[in-house]
């Protein structure tokens, strides 16, 4: 069975500060994964996703995320964020046995002046 | 092109009532997802429909939970005797052709409060 763990249920961050949000999941078998972001009143969008190849993954909004099969982590980063970036970030993992995705109990990234 | 849409946006409900949820997925994504975010958690896989195939219901939480889709298009979800505990948002999400690394497109989402 799949799980993602995402430790910090909120991040305090101030403007133009660098930021990372960790995941770590544990599956048996070779995963995709994906980090979805939640604007306040709408719905989920995807912000990048690793299927294979390059373990750095570039998504919208300036996020890159980092692939560490070894320890079972795709920790999300930016280098300088905006209050635009304040949301709610979801790591999640599926694989080739289970289309459903599998997520993550999200992290709440509060960005501030 | 128009996104995943849901109805209705809100619905509250009395215990022991049932309750029906709509999802109108992309035009041409074969693939259809509903899952359940309750307050301050992540979200939870309730069922999955791809094409013609039997529905993944291993998700739904009991026998009160069902759904539906009609060929590949939209699809309802119906709660039967509502339980305070069901209260949540409701997503729906779907997916070109079911394939685990494709995107999965989301709903605005329902949100269900059960008094």
């Known amino acids: 069975a799949q799980s993602v763990t995402q430790l910090d249920s909120q991040v305090p961050v101030f403007e133009e500060a660098p930021v990372e949000l960790r995941c770590n999941y544990s599956?048996?078998?070779?995963?995709?994964l994906f980090w979805y972001v939640q604007y306040p009143n709408q719905g989920l969008q995807l912000l990048l996703k690793?299927?294979?190849?390059?373990?750095l993954v570039k998504g919208i909004n300036g996020f890159e995320a980092e692939f560490n099969k070894s320890q079972t982590s795709f920790h999300l980063r930016k280098p300088s964020v905006h209050i635009s970036d304040t949301a709610e970030y979801f790591c999640?993992?599926?694989?080739?046995?289970?289309?459903?995705?599998?997520f993550g109990s999200g992290t709440r990234l509060q960005v501030q002046p | 092109g128009a996104g995943v849409s849901q109805s209705p946006s809100n619905k509250v409900t009395e215990k022991g009532k049932d309750v029906e949820l709509r999802c109108d997925p992309i035009?041409?994504?074969?693939?259809l997802y509903w899952y359940r975010q309750r307050l301050g958690q992540g979200l939870e896989f309730l069922i999955y429909?791809?094409?013609?195939?039997?529905?993944?219901k291993s998700g739904l939480p009991s026998d009160r939970f069902s759904a539906e889709r009609t060929g590949e298009s939209v699809s309802t979800l119906t709660i039967q005797r509502t339980q305070q505990e069901d209260s949540a948002v409701y997503l729906c999400?779907?997916?070109?052709?079911?394939?685990?690394?494709?995107?999965?497109?989301f709903g605005p989402g329902t949100r269900l409060t059960v008094l």
């Open positions: 599956s048996s078998v070779s995963v995709y």
């Open positions: 999640a993992v599926s694989d080739t046995g289970r289309r459903a995705l599998t």
């Open positions: 999400a779907s997916s070109l052709d079911g394939s685990s690394y494709n995107e999965q497109f």
């Open positions: 429909f791809q094409g013609n195939s039997a529905p993944d």
């Open positions: 035009s041409g994504h074969t693939a």
């Open positions: 690793y299927l294979s190849g390059s373990t």
